[in-house]
């Protein structure tokens, strides 16, 4: 390696691409039509979506570390910004359509979710900074979900969350 950046580099750009990509495949998708079904589940804050987030990242737990912990001077300082803002991009897009069909009742600006979006997304990678067990990441979880009620957040409703809450299609 040419020098630290470099080596750096190669030990985060993998995790870094691969993320990266799920979210440009969200907003990909968010950018077409979705059924009432999707655009319900797609704000599902359950334990077990959650933890399907966390499982994802414990795959690349070493790399995403290096990630959050030591990007500082590198390509790669604004990486937890700029994951949230992609997320926050997709997530206003749905939002959007949840808006225009009823499924939302509450009114939320693009900059707006974009701090609650990066609020979620620092609590998924704080666990990883400080080095958290399975164990300890599965007990955070809960809290996390209290915490980022995005069905409370933006008004949907019960009898919706209820009439999809066994459905199989996958949301976030």
Known sequence: FAGKEELYSALVSDTAEFLFSCMEGKIALARQPQSEEFLVKCWDMS?????AWFEVIMKHKESFSLLLRCSSGTK???FEHEFASRMSESNYLFYQQAYRMGIT???ITKKDLHILDSAYWKAICEPFVHNYSWE???SLTDHVCAFMNYYHLLGIGDDL????????????
């Open 76 to 78: 790669y300082q604004d």
């Open 47 to 51: 334990k077990k979506t959650m933890l």
């Open 105 to 107: 009742t509450r009114k």
């Open 161 to 172: 969350i209820a009439k999809y809450q066994d459905s199989k299609e996958i949301g976030r």
């Open 136 to 138: 300890g990441i599965v």
